[in-house]
């Protein structure tokens, strides 16, 4: 039931003695000052540049509710919003359109698929670039809510002229404190054209904001839903990250006062010359800093963290019980395609294999397969030693950092993480052969998802045949058994802190499954945030 107007002032504005109570001027000045926080919140967005990830899971049409993907796409860019957005793509894996064009999703003929372009997806982190005042739209309170721990007033909102194309229709979520928008549901006016033109097309979607400081909340998650028509049925995800982020700054080094010796602190009996090994040692270590240092730069490896140091715990065990003579630490890609892969002595693992991973014997089996080509002592490429080899923009980084493994490498790493992972403490090794059974039963509906950008394919044919003696050690993989959780969702693991790339484990409930569809190995599934502040309330 919706609040009466004279409820919903008396809640919002109280007034001073004295003065007469105008319910109706009190719903003003609240719409106003949303429609001003919304203004204030576009400028600071136009200031940056922040990286925007879309990955898209088609259904076949006539297939029912439990329909699997058949089909997937993946986009990832950069955007800055001006008078319209802009984007710059760094990875497109796609159908490739029937004919170039700017629009941001256009249906191709029957005989041809949809083509999705990637800038119309970031549009929907912010509801009308140039419109949103009382004046383009309406609005009509509906109830108070929460989103975690933040209350909210929710609206719904629809422009005043349905016939003008591209204009938010749907609900939005007002935070009580500052008045600042925190999600928004809905979809885009369509554009009229004549009957069986190609036509741009908007799609329905729940885009989710968080608070990054005080009165500042970023766009930071989007869900997108299509039942099918003339836009095939499909789900996605897009993720938005790297606003402000601050690598290690040596700036401090320059300000702070060091007080040193005259003469210099020398240890007189240390030697001083240095060996060819220790060199060459010296020198891989340099190419590893430098490689490590932009991929952070770009906004492409997550800070170290809490997540780390889990990861880094299991690395200890496999090399501790292996009795491996290494040393080796991870690092996050904060990216959704499934990979790994070693630079030197660091092991980086992308987000996406992180949150479908089932458990920890998976995990360790992903781990010990990159600690293999350590313990081998397989070399990383020394040319990143060259500082100037790593000056490169985010799309030319893309395009020269990759991190494969030859065949024979790869041969050599995979019997030795038979070696390690009989020697370790994680024995379910039946779990882990049932994640990669998952991976190969998907190798050919979600070729994008299993791509990698810049390492290893996890799920090639190659990989998978190494890794054979997992495979049938484990049993038979049954997807109608509740009990055999091959793989999970994306997004069940790692949350990412959008303005500072942070990364943390997400804590959930603990749920019962009711049915073998509610398992979605791999699977895009709705956003649904908690909402907390930064500040503490006053």
């Known amino acids: ?60 049409t006539s297939g029912g509710d439990d329909a699997r993907p058949n089909k997937d796409h993946y986009f990832l860019g950069r955007f800055r919003l001006g008078e319209a957005v802009g984007y710059e793509a760094l990875v ?20 041809q698929p949809m083509t999705f372009l990637p800038r119309g997806f970031a549009q929907m982190a912010v509801i009308d670039l140039r419109d949103f005042n009382r004046q383009t739209y309406g609005f009509e309170y509906m109830r108070r809510e929460f989103l975690g721990d933040v209350r909210c007033l929710v609206f719904d909102v629809a422009p005043r002229n349905r016939q003008q194309p591209g204009k938010f229709v749907g609900r939005i979520w007002v935070e009580d404190r ?15 054209t004549p009957k069986g033109a190609l036509s741009e097309l ?60 005259q003469s210099g602190v020398r240890d007189q009996t240390a030697l001083q010359d240095i060996s060819p090994l220790e060199s060459q040692r010296s020198w891989e270590r340099q190419a590893e800093e430098n490689i490590i240092s932009r991929l952070e730069k770009g906004g492409l490896l997550a800070p170290p963290g809490a997540v780390d140091e889990v990861l880094n715990t299991v690395v200890n065990n496999l090399i501790v019980s292996g009795n491996l ?133 996890v799920a090639n044919a190659d990989a998978l045949a190494r890794l054979a003696g997992f495979i049938t050690s484990a049993p038979p993989l049954e997807e109608d058994k509740l009990e055999q959780i091959a793989a999970l969702p994306l997004g069940s693991r790692v949350k990412v802190d959008p303005w500072s790339n942070q990364i943390s484990l997400v804590k959930t409930r603990p749920l019962s499954l009711l049915s073998a569809r509610e398992k979605m190995p791999f699977e895009v599934t709705p956003f649904v945030l908690y909402l907390t502040r930064v500040d503490p309330a006053p």
């Open 92 to 111: 497109e894996r796609t159908d490739p359109p029937p004919q170039k064009t700017n629009s941001r999703f256009r249906p191709s003929p029957k005989s």
């Open 202 to 261: 908007y799609f329905h979607f729940d885009s989710w904001r968080v608070n990054v400081g005080p009165a500042q909340w970023a766009p930071a998650q989007i869900y997108i839903e299509e039942e099918g028509g003339v836009a095939p049925r499909f789900k996605a995800q897009t993720r938005i990250w790297d606003y402000a982020a601050t690598p290690t700054s040596k700036l401090d080094e320059l300000t702070s006062i060091l007080v040193e010796n």
């Open 1 to 60: 039931m919706k609040l009466p107007m004279v409820v919903l002032a008396s809640v919002l504005a109280v007034p001073m003695a004295g003065q007469p109570s105008n319910p109706a001027a009190a719903v003003d000045r609240l719409l106003d000052h949303v429609v001003e926080r919304e203004k204030a919140f576009l400028e600071a967005i136009r200031k940056r540049a922040p990286i925007v990830e879309t990955y898209i899971q088609e259904m076949p």
């Open 178 to 192: 500052d008045d600042s928008i925190v999600r928004f549901n809905g979809t885009y006016t369509q554009t009229p």
């Open 325 to 457: 003579n290494v040393e080796a630490h991870c690092r996050v890609l904060l990216t959704t395609p499934i990979e790994t892969f070693p630079i030197g002595h660091t092991i980086v693992i992308s987000r996406g294999l992180i949150d479908v991973l089932p458990d920890e014997t998976s995990l360790a089996l992903v781990l010990a397969d990159e600690l293999s080509h350590i313990a081998l002592g397989h070399p990383t490429r020394t040319q990143f030693a060259f500082h100037n080899q790593t000056m490169l923009s985010d799309a030319e980084l893309l395009q020269r950092f990759h991190f494969e493994r030859s065949p024979q490498e790869m041969l050599a790493a995979g019997n030795k993480t038979l070696e390690i992972m009989r020697a370790s403490p994680y024995q379910k090794v039946p779990n882990a052969g049932l994640f990669l059974q998952a991976l190969a039963s998907r190798a050919s509906a979600l070729p994008r998802l299993l791509e990698a950008n810049l390492g290893n394919q």
